[in-house]
């Protein structure tokens, strides 16, 4: 069964810091494209971030370049999105997803919020 599941999203304050994680299981995590994507409320789909197989090249979306940090370690077969400096506009669920693969997690819900 094809898993992948998020977490260590919460509530933080302007300025905090957060990572996320998420589990890869069940295809082989390795041979793909990873993204974090992220929905706002009352919003579209947001494409934030997204590292290649290996790890060796990423992109970021222009209003967290600087912030956020996309990172994989493949024999842990686990995705990250390190974010600092939270801002709150940076609120949303974030998604992890291969979209050669085709699977999205659930989201975590991140809040920033003082």
């Known amino acids: 069964e094809v898993q992948l599941v998020e977490s260590g999203g919460g509530l933080v304050q302007p300025g905090g810091s957060l990572r996320l994680s998420c589990a890869a299981a069940?295809?082989?995590?390795?041979?793909?494209?990873m993204i974090w994507v992220r929905q706002a409320p009352g919003k579209g789909l947001e494409s934030v971030s997204g590292i290649t197989a290996a790890g060796s090249s990423t992109t970021y979306v222009d209003s967290v370049k600087g912030r956020f940090t996309i990172s994989r370690d493949n024999a842990k077969n686990t995705l990250y999105l390190q974010m600092n400096s939270l801002k709150p506009e940076d609120t949303a669920v974030y998604y992890c997803?291969?979209?050669?693969?085709?699977?999205w997690g659930q989201g975590t819900q991140v809040t920033v919020s003082s």
């Open positions: 069940g295809f082989t995590f390795t041979n793909y494209f």
């Open positions: 997803a291969s979209i050669g693969a085709g699977y």
